[in-house]
C-alpha cells in the first residue's frame, strides 16, 4: 500500500459483502495524495478483505492510476441498479457455475489460475503458522 498513501472515498462506490465467507469488496473512484503537498490524484480501486475470527486475514487491492478511467466512473454517478439488487436465494447460480460459465464464455479466463494462486498462498501461509512457535 505503500508508505504514507492516503485515500479519500469519492463519488462512485459499491460494496459487496459474502457474509458465509466472511469477505467485502470495494470497487470506487478514490482521491489519492499526490507527490505535492495539498494536491491529489483521482484513481479506479478495487479491494477485497477476508476476515477469520474477527481478524483481517487477507487483503487484496488494485488501483488503477488513470485520470480518465476515474472521471468516466464517476460519471456514472452510481453503480447499475441491478448490482444493488438482491437475487432470491432460489435464483442463485451456485459458485461452481458461476466459475464453469466463466471459463466456458472466456477461455483466456485466469480464474482457474487465480484460485490455484490463492490455494498456494494459502498453504503457504498456514505452512509459516505451522513453525511461528519454533
Known amino acids: 500500500m505503500g508508505s504514507g498513501t492516503q485515500w479519500r472515498q469519492r463519488d462512485f462506490r459499491l460494496f459487496v459483502t459474502d457474509v458465509a465467507s466472511g ?3 470495494f470497487i470506487g473512484t478514490i482521491r489519492e495524495e499526490a507527490r505535492n503537498p495539498g494536491q491529489t490524484t483521482p484513481a479506479v480501486m478495487a479491494l ?3 476476515v477469520v475470527n ?7 487491492t ?5 485520470d480518465r478511467a476515474a472521471a468516466n466512473i464517476e460519471k456514472l454517478g452510481q453503480p447499475n441498479h441491478l448490482f444493488l439488487q438482491t437475487i432470491p436465494e432460489g435464483e442463485r447460480a451456485s ?16 480464474c482457474a489460475g487465480y484460485a ?3 490455494k498456494n498462498l ?4 498456514a505452512y509459516e ?3 511461528s512457535h519454533v
Open 23 to 25: 469477505e467485502v469488496a
Open 48 to 50: 477485497r478483505l477476508k
Open 54 to 60: 474477527r481478524q483481517i486475514a487477507e487483503i487484496e
Open 62 to 66: 488494485f488501483v488503477v492510476r488513470n
Open 95 to 110: 459458485r461452481a457455475d458461476l466459475i464453469s460459465h466463466n471459463e466456458a464464455t472466456n477461455p483466456d479466463s485466469q
Open 116 to 118: 490455484v494462486i490463492r
Open 122 to 125: 494459502r498453504r503457504r501461509a
Open 129 to 131: 503458522r505451522s513453525w
